[in-house]
């Protein structure tokens, strides 16, 4: 069966520190793989998806990025963390566009 | 732009009632999805209905699809204190490997 890890599961950062979350999958292969952001009571906000490796697509330009540096791993980078940048991310896989299954999540907290 | 708007944005009932969330969305779609999100927690996918599809149900769930109205309906039926969580709607653009999201539902089923 399939499994989606994401790590840490709370980060408490100060403004302009490095951000570095990670999100892997197990089994399956060529997985889209998405990077959401969430507000508090809010909807998801899509930021980045992935069709396969080295492929990224930016739904919303801000200060972050991702990379897949492995079929199955997904990360979501920022060089400065903005106060802004405090939320719920959430990393989700799916076969193609159909449905999506989601990581546990991390709470970032930018102080 | 937002594609999926669900209505109410919260709705409180007692146990054993029904209850019905609304979606809407803006432009053609392959098909829709509904998932649940307990607080604190990733989304789970709970249905998906296709474009060609009017009525879908799912143990105590039943979705609706009106493509005309561009709108679909959840129903959770005979409800139970374990169904509050946060509700959402989320829809695909055709040809596009993503989905988008609605702001969902706060429902709170009281024992």
């Known amino acids: 069966s399939q499994t989606i890890h994401q790590w840490p599961a709370t980060l408490v950062q100060p403004v302009g520190s490095p951000l570095s979350l990670e999100c892997t999958v197990e089994g399956t292969s060529n997985p889209n793989l998405y990077w959401y952001r969430q507000a508090a009571g809010r909807g998801l906000q899509l930021l980045f998806y992935s069709v396969g490796i080295g492929q990224i697509s930016s739904e919303v330009p801000q200060n972050l990025s991702a990379s897949r540096p492995q079929d199955r791993q997904f990360i979501l980078s920022s060089k400065k963390l903005l106060l802004s940048d405090s939320g719920f991310y959430l990393c989700?896989?799916?076969?193609?566009?159909?449905?999506?299954?989601f990581g546990p999540g991390t709470r970032l907290t930018v102080t | 732009s937002q594609q999926g708007e669900e209505d109410p944005q919260a709705l409180s009932i007692q146990e054993g009632e029904n209850a019905t969330m609304n979606c809407s969305y803006k432009t053609s779609i392959n098909n829709l999805q509904w998932y649940r999100q307990n607080s604190g927690r990733g989304l789970v996918h709970l249905i998906l209905i296709r474009s060609n599809e009017r009525e879908k149900h799912s143990g105590r769930l039943r979705v609706t699809l009106d493509t005309s109205k561009k709108s679909s309906s959840l129903l959770i039926t005979a409800s139970r204190a374990a169904d509050t969580a946060s509700y959402f709607c989320a829809t695909d653009a055709q040809g596009a490997q993503k989905l988008v999201f609605g702001q969902g539902t706060r429902l709170t089923i009281n024992p």
């Open positions: 989700a896989w799916s076969a193609a566009a159909y449905e999506q299954y």
